[in-house]
C-alpha cells in the first residue's frame, strides 16, 4: 500500500479525492499497489464530509511521516506551495501538483531536487487540465526534436471567442455572460490579458526544448481589443479568431507568443470551440500531432494529478527523465519574427490602396458590405519590426491581428 | 552504452535507422543512455547503404547476442515475426514493434512473456502511427475506467471518403487516385473493407478494457458501398461520412465495430480529413480528449518506434505495467447496439412517408433537389435489430449509414 497526502481541499483537491475513490480499484491495479489517502491537508473544516477523518491543519504532520511516499500539491499559488512541495521533495517523497504557476517559476529547480533524491516531480494537470499533453511531450515525443507547439491554452478566452464568432456578439456582453456561468473569473485579467496562457506555453516551451522558459520574456497580448466587427471579418474570409500560445525554433532562434491569431478552416485548432484546449506540437520526424481535451473543470483537472500519482507509484524509486534545465533559454524579440497581418482601416479601399501598398507591398483586399466606412487588408509575411514600419506610414489603422496557418 | 538490432530493413525499419541517426543526440540524452544500432537484420542486401556494414541475414546472431537488449520488429506479418518477437523476449530482450497484425493476434501473450523476464513488449507504432495513443492510454488516462474509443484509424479510406466529400467524386474514381498517389495499395481490400481499421480498433479495446478483443468478432463493414449520392444528402445537412472504429462500454456490455458513419460538425473528429488519424477517448471522469495526426507514413511511424525504444532504455530491467490479459472480451451483438440510421429509399416522400413511419416512427425527411426520384430520412434512436425489422416493411431501401453524434 502506498500513503499519498493531498494538500488543499478546493476545487482539484476534492476532485482529486473523488476520482481515487470512484475509481479506486482500477486506479490500484493500473499502479501495481493499492492507493491510500492518508490525510487532506486544509486550514478549513469540512463538517460532515467524510474527508474530516484524515484533515490535518498543520503540514507538518504530512513532512513528517515517513509513510507519506507522495503529496499531491493543488493549492495552487506560489506560497506556501514552493516551501511545501521543496521540503517533500527533500523529505524523499513525490510530488504531483496542478499548480502552473508554481511549475512554470520553479519547475527546473524543482526537478532538479527531485531527481537528487530519486523521487519525481510531475505536472500533468499544469497545462491543459485534463488533456494528456506533459507526459506525451516527456515519454513519447522522445524520437523527435520539438519544433513548434501552439496551443488553445485557455478555456475562458476559447469560449468568449466562440461565443462573439458564432453569435457576433460584442466582447463585453459574452465576458459578462462567461461570469455568469462560472467560466469566467469576477476578475477576468489572468484569463483575458493572455497571462495564464502565458505561464502554460513557457512550461511546454521549457519541456520541448528542454531550457527553462520565463513567462516575464514571452509576448503577451490578451484578446480584449478584439470585437465583433473584426469577427465580420472573420467569418467573411472562413476565418476564426483564437487566442494562441506558441513558441516555435527557427534555425537556432526560439520565439514564443501569446496573442489572437486569425486560422483558416484548414488549422488543426480551428475546430477547437468553447472551453475547450487544444496543443499542436510539431516535431521533425514526426510532423503534427494534436491533443485535444477539457483544459479545466474539477474533474479533468483531477483526473490528470491522480495520473500523475500512479505514474509516482509506478516509478516510486526511479527518477523519471524530464529535460528542463535551469539554464536560460533565450527567446529572440518578436520583432523579428515573420508572419502575416489582417489590417482594418478607416476609409474606401479605392482611395486608400495606393498609399497601403506603397506602405506594404501587395496586399489582398477585404470588404464586408455593410461596413461602408471601413475596409480591411492581408499583408504578405513580414517581420513584425517592418510591420511596425509600414503601419507607421499609413494613417487611420484601427486594429490589426496576425495570421497562423 | 545500449546495443538494439532492426529486424526488417523496408520503409519503417529504413525509417527507424534514419530517425536514430538524425535525432541521435537529443534521443541518447532523453533516454538517459546512447543507443547503438549494432544490427540490421533483412533476407535482402543493400549495396552502398550504410547500414550495408551492421547488415545480418540470420536472426540467430541477433537472438544469441547477449549485449542486444532492445529488438526494434517491424518486419509486418504474423510469421516469421511471431517467432523473432517470443524468442527475443524470452531471451531477456525487450521488443518494440509497429506490427498491427502480430499485437493483434499474440499481444497479450507477448506482453505477459516480457513481464515474466521483467522486459518490455512496447507497439505505440501499431495504432496511428505517428500519434501518441497506446503509451497515453496505458500511462496516462491512468485514473479513468475508459469508457468509450472511437478512431479514424485508417488513413487510406479516410482520404477517400474526404475526397468523395470535398469534390464530389464516385468512390473508383478517387480510389484510383489514391492508388496513383501511393496512398492505397494495388490490393486495396485491407483498408476499404476495414480490416486494417478492425485490427487497430481490437487492440486499442483490448488495452482500454484490459481484456483481450479478437477483431474476428468486431462487426466491420468497409467504405466500398459509399457512393457519391450519399455525399450530396450528407453535404446538403453539414454532414461527414468517417470510416469509424469502435469500441464501447455501456452498463456491463462491451460493443465494437468498424463501419462508416455519418457525422456533424460538432464531432471532434468530422474535421480528421485526408490522410490524417484521430482518435477519441472517453474517461468517465475526464470526459472527451482527442489524439489527431499522421497514422501512417515512414517517419511518423518510424518516430513512434524509436520513442518505445527510448522507454524500453528507461525501463530495461522494470516491466511496464499494461492491463491487457488473455482473457476473452465478450462483445455483444451489434444487433443489440442502439444507433440512428440514415436511410435512401426510391420513390417520393408525399407518397412514402406514412408507410415508413407505419415500420419506424417518426422520423426526419431529407431531399436533395437534384434527386427526384428518391429521398432519404434519418430515423429516431433504435437498436440494430429494430432496424432491420422495420426495415423489411419498406421496399426500396436503397441504402443506409449509422449515425453518430
Same mark, same amino acid.
Not at 22 to 27: D, K, M
Not at 268 to 281: A, E, K
Given at each position: ?8 481541499? +478546493? ?81 524523499? $517523497? ?154 516555435? $525554433? ?110 506594404? +507591398? ?44
Amino acid at each position: 500500500m502506498i500513503n499519498i497526502a493531498v494538500l488543499g481541499y +478546493g476545487t482539484v483537491g476534492s476532485g482529486v479525492v473523488e476520482v481515487i475513490r470512484t475509481n479506486q480499484e482500477s486506479i490500484n491495479k493500473k499502479a501495481g499497489q493499492d492507493i491510500n489517502i492518508k490525510y487532506v491537508l486544509d486550514l478549513r473544516e469540512f463538517p460532515g464530509d467524510p474527508v474530516m477523518d484524515i484533515l490535518v491543519h498543520d503540514y507538518n504532520v504530512i513532512l513528517n511521516d515517513p509513510e507519506v511516499e507522495i503529496v499531491a500539491e493543488v493549492m495552487g499559488g506560489v506560497n506556501p506551495a514552493y516551501d511545501f512541495v521543496k521540503a517533500a521533495l527533500e523529505k524523499g $517523497k513525490s510530488v504531483c501538483t496542478s499548480n502552473k504557476e508554481l511549475v512554470e517559476k520553479h519547475g527546473a529547480e524543482l526537478l532538479k531536487i527531485a531527481k537528487e533524491h530519486n523521487r519525481n516531480f510531475l505536472f500533468e494537470a499544469s497545462v491543459g487540465g485534463g488533456i494528456p499533453i506533459i507526459r506525451p511531450l516527456n515519454q513519447s515525443l522522445t524520437a523527435d526534436e520539438i519544433t513548434e507547439i501552439t496551443g488553445i491554452l485557455n478555456g475562458t478566452t476559447n469560449y468568449i471567442l466562440t461565443k462573439m464568432c458564432q453569435e457576433g456578439l460584442a466582447f463585453d456582453t459574452v465576458l459578462k455572460e462567461a461570469q455568469d456561468l462560472g467560466y469566467a473569473e469576477r476578475n477576468p485579467e489572468a484569463d483575458v490579458e493572455g497571462f495564464d496562457a502565458c505561464r502554460k506555453i513557457a512550461i511546454l516551451a521549457s519541456l520541448a526544448f528542454g531550457k527553462d522558459v520565463d513567462y516575464e520574456n514571452i509576448y503577451t497580448e490578451g484578446i480584449t481589443k478584439i470585437t465583433d466587427v473584426d469577427f465580420k471579418y472573420a467569418n467573411s474570409i472562413g476565418c476564426a479568431v483564437k487566442l494562441f500560445g506558441k513558441a516555435k $525554433k527557427v534555425d537556432d532562434k526560439f520565439y514564443a507568443y501569446v496573442a489572437p491569431v486569425m486560422v483558416n478552416s484548414t488549422h488543426p485548432l480551428y475546430s477547437v470551440n468553447g472551453v475547450f484546449n487544444g496543443i499542436l506540437v510539431n516535431g521533425n520526424v514526426l510532423g503534427d500531432v494534436m491533443f485535444y481535451g477539457s483544459g479545466a473543470g474539477k474533474l479533468p483537472t483531477a483526473s490528470a494529478v491522480v495520473s500523475d500519482i500512479v505514474d509516482a507509484v509506478k516509478h516510486l524509486n526511479t527518477n523519471v527523465i524530464i529535460q528542463w534545465s535551469s539554464k536560460k533559454l533565450e527567446i529572440t524579440d518578436i520583432k523579428l519574427s515573420s508572419k502575416k497581418f489582417f489590417v482594418r482601416v478607416s476609409g474606401q479601399a479605392e482611395d486608400r490602396l495606393a498609399q497601403i501598398e506603397e506602405a506594404f +507591398g501587395k496586399v489582398q483586399v477585404i470588404k464586408v458590405a455593410e461596413l461602408t466606412d471601413e475596409f480591411a487588408f492581408i499583408t504578405s509575411e513580414l517581420t513584425e519590426a517592418a510591420f511596425e514600419e509600414a503601419a507607421s506610414k499609413v494613417d487611420g489603422i484601427i486594429t490589426r491581428i496576425r495570421i497562423e496557418d
